[in-house]
């Protein structure tokens, strides 16, 4: 089982570009979710899935847009990239079934010049 | 701000002692969850606690929950070395399916 997966796993970008984060995950889970990890910090939720077709904002929405594609798949967007954006994504799915923990990728390190 | 705030911030103790960290929160919630994290890697899952529950065993940790406080503790007994981590409690909302993190405790583990 792959479990979650996010591509990239690096990625470098210029103030200004564009870029979208991939998530899928082979679990058949429900809910989806995107955070960022800045240095020290705890992860912040940026936008989450509860199901296919519903997306919602988390703590910190602005600046990023997501899309939720089919029940495997829940993309992050950067439209336009600031420094700011400079931090370590994951993304999480848990099941439908209650009470199950997160299931999480990787990570995409981003940088933004 | 984040739901979970964990106390203390970072905590040293030498290997075999106890380590105790503290999550508190702020709105209701459908379980707890306790993560660790180490340097530079992703995160593992290591207990969940239901709202309904007070107290949850795995191995060397001991997880409790007070729900009318809306505080957890996470006790690791006779720490060793591969402890040494930060452990993130994480809370799954009872309105909406946000699961929100707090900010951490590192953990370093002396020999």
């Known amino acids: 089982n792959a479990g979650v997966t996010q591509t990239p796993k690096f990625q470098v970008l210029k103030t200004g570009q564009s870029m979208t984060l991939q998530c899928a995950q082979d679990m058949n889970h429900n809910s989806m979710y995107w955070y960022r990890q800045d240095p020290g910090m705890g992860l912040r939720l940026i936008y989450y899935?509860?199901?296919?077709?519903?997306?919602d904002k988390g703590e910190v929405p602005n600046g990023y847009n997501v899309s939720r594609l089919n029940k495997r798949e829940f993309s992050l967007r950067l439209e336009s990239a600031a420094p700011s954006q400079t931090s370590v994504y994951f993304c999480?799915?848990?099941?439908?079934?209650?009470?199950?923990?997160?299931?999480f990728g990787d990570g995409t390190r981003l940088s933004i010049l | 701000s984040q739901q979970g705030e964990e106390d203390p911030q970072a905590l040293s103790i030498q290997e075999g002692e106890n380590a105790t960290m503290n999550c508190s929160y702020k709105?209701?919630?459908?379980?707890l969850q306790w993560y660790r994290q180490n340097s530079g890697r992703g995160l593992v899952h290591l207990i969940l606690i239901r709202s309904n529950e007070r107290e949850k065993h795995s191995g060397r940790l001991r997880v409790t929950l007070d729900t009318s406080k809306k505080s957890s503790s996470l006790l690791i007994t006779a720490s060793r070395a591969a402890d040494t981590a930060s452990y993130f409690c994480a809370t799954a909302s009872s309105r909406d399916d946000k699961i929100i993190f707090g900010k951490g405790t590192r953990l370093h583990i002396l020999p």
């Open positions: 899935s509860a199901s296919e077709g519903t997306t």
């Open positions: 709105t209701s919630i459908n379980n």
């Open positions: 999480a799915s848990v099941p439908a079934w209650g009470n199950q923990p997160q299931h």
